[in-house]
């Protein structure tokens, strides 16, 4: 099966404009997942979402937001970009059924902002 | 506030020996207990999971206890290899969903 793929994976914006980044699932995987990860606070959970329901979210402003499509690919944007958004942006991948809660990531965008 | 804990200091072992990571939390009731390995660049891997019923987990050369009492997981590697260098993360999740709240990690270094 392929793995979770992520898009872009490197991507250089300006303060105040907006990104959309893309995430493909593993194949028959109905959760989607996203995480901030930057040296300072590490891993921190963004949103979860399954059957395109925003199932749960983290402690983060309204400039970041999500989606997930029919198939199951999501897409996660940030609007006025600050220069603390600079990060790795990962999203992870999951089953969703019976009792695995095992998380696949994907190699992650490299967001920087300048 | 939830606290997880990892060791921040870098852990240095020789080949073969068995290395310990620990891993603490606070304010926190988990229904499980997940950790991951994740080398430079690359997005974390899954490695095992515990559930809070669950004392001691194991697969090949890893083991992970768990201990709601103490609010404590520990993550053995036995018989270590230049090869299992890398960070290793643990996460904490609940029932509702896959929301992971993840420790900061700590680097493992394992020298031949």
């Known amino acids: 099966k392929a793995g979770v793929t992520q898009t872009p994976r490197y991507l250089i914006k300006t303060r105040g404009q907006q990104v959309t980044l893309s995430c493909s699932p593993i194949?028959?995987?109905?959760?989607v997942s996203w995480y901030q990860q930057t040296p300072g606070q590490g891993l921190q959970f963004l949103f979860e979402?399954?059957?395109?329901?925003?199932?749960n979210k983290g402690n983060f402003p309204g400039r970041f937001s999500g989606r997930q499509f029919s198939n199951s690919r999501s897409e996660m944007n940030v609007s006025t970009l600050e220069l603390g958004d600079s990060a790795l942006y990962l999203c992870?991948?999951?089953?969703?059924?019976?009792?695995?809660?095992?998380?696949?990531f994907g190699p992650g965008t490299r967001l920087t902002v300048t | 506030s939830q606290k997880i804990e990892q060791n921040s200091e870098a852990l240095n072992i020789q080949e073969g020996k068995t290395a310990t990571l620990t891993c603490n939390y606070t304010n926190y009731s988990p229904a499980y207990l997940q950790w991951y390995r994740q080398d430079p660049g690359r997005g974390p891997v899954f490695l095992l999971l515990i559930r809070e019923n669950e004392k001691e987990k194991r697969k090949e050369r890893l083991k992970v206890t768990f201990d709601t009492t103490l609010k404590q997981s520990l993550f053995h590697i036995t018989a270590s290899q230049p090869a299992d260098s890398a960070t290793y993360l643990c996460a904490l999740g609940g029932n509702s969903g896959y929301a992971l709240n993840f420790g900061k990690g700590t680097s493992l270094l394992v020298t031949p």
């Open positions: 194949s028959g995987h109905r959760s």
């Open positions: 979402y399954f059957s395109e329901t925003q199932r």
């Open positions: 992870a991948s999951s089953f969703a059924g019976g009792s695995s809660y095992e998380q696949y």
